[in-house]
Structure formats: structure tokens, C-alpha cells
């Protein structure tokens, strides 16, 4: 675990992931009743809507391999993913990859992180 003195690694919202298990009548409720337009998809295994504050993605359960606890995933923004690692502590994570990283929350749920990429 990172020491009292390290600073935590600075944290940009950057969208919600939630897991269904019809996406395609999920997709239906985002696009038609909530008027959201998607800007990428998998039929069958996610869409995904993209605003300007952030993201809303919906993926078919168990299409993940690193299952969450209540099917849902917050992402933040790093701009330097293995500073990051290595600050909160390379043990907390349960699945480190080239460009994210995924941690639990005390309750189980996956926080992922994401390198930023300018521009």
C-alpha cells in the first residue's frame, strides 16, 4: 500500500460502465427514450454513448473477465497510469494492462483507471 506521504495520483471522472443482460433492449431505452446518440458498439456486447463530461457504456454481463459485484464500473482519467499504480500500490489492483488498471472499492465494485492520451 502507498505510504501516508505519497500523494494520491490526480483523478479525472471519466465515465460509468453498466452491465445488462439484454444490451440490446438496454441500447433501445438510452437511444429512444433518452434520446442519446451511441458512438460505438458491439451488437450483442456493448454500446456505448459518449457526452462531453463523461461516458455511459453498457456491456452484456459477463462478457468482462474481471467481474465487478453489483455489474457496475467507474473510470478516472490518469495522466501517467503506472505513477499512478505505484502510488495507491501495485497490490490493490487485480488486473493491470497496458493503458488501465482495475481496483475494487471496499465494497467490491471496479474502479478502473485509464491513461489519458492528449488530444
Known amino acids: 500500500m502507498a505510504s501516508d506521504s505519497t500523494p494520491p495520483p ?4 471519466a465515465g460509468v460502465e453498466l452491465y445488462f443482460d439484454d444490451v440490446e ?3 433501445g431505452f ?3 427514450i433518452l434520446g442519446l446518440e451511441a458512438d460505438g458498439e458491439a451488437p450483442g456486447h456493448y454500446t456505448k454513448f459518449d457526452g462531453a463530461r463523461g461516458f455511459v457504456c453498457l456491456e452484456r454481463k459477463g ?3 474481471y467481474p465487478s459485484r453489483d455489474k457496475a464500473v467507474l473510470f478516472f482519467e490518469v495522466d501517467d497510469l ?3 499504480v505505484a502510488s495507491i ?3 490493490r489492483f487485480v488486473t493491470v ?3 488501465w488498471a482495475v481496483l475494487h472499492d471496499p465494497e467490491g465494485h471496479n474502479v478502473l483507471l485509464i491513461e489519458s492520451h492528449p488530444g
Request: proline share 5%; aromatic share 10%; glycine share 10%.
Open 89 to 91: 500500490g501495485p497490490e
Open 97 to 99: 494492462s497496458s493503458g
Open 82 to 84: 503506472a505513477a499512478a
Open 25 to 27: 433492449r438496454a441500447s
Open 30 to 32: 438510452y437511444r429512444k
Open 63 to 65: 462478457s468482462e473477465t
Open 10 to 13: 490526480r483523478l479525472r471522472f
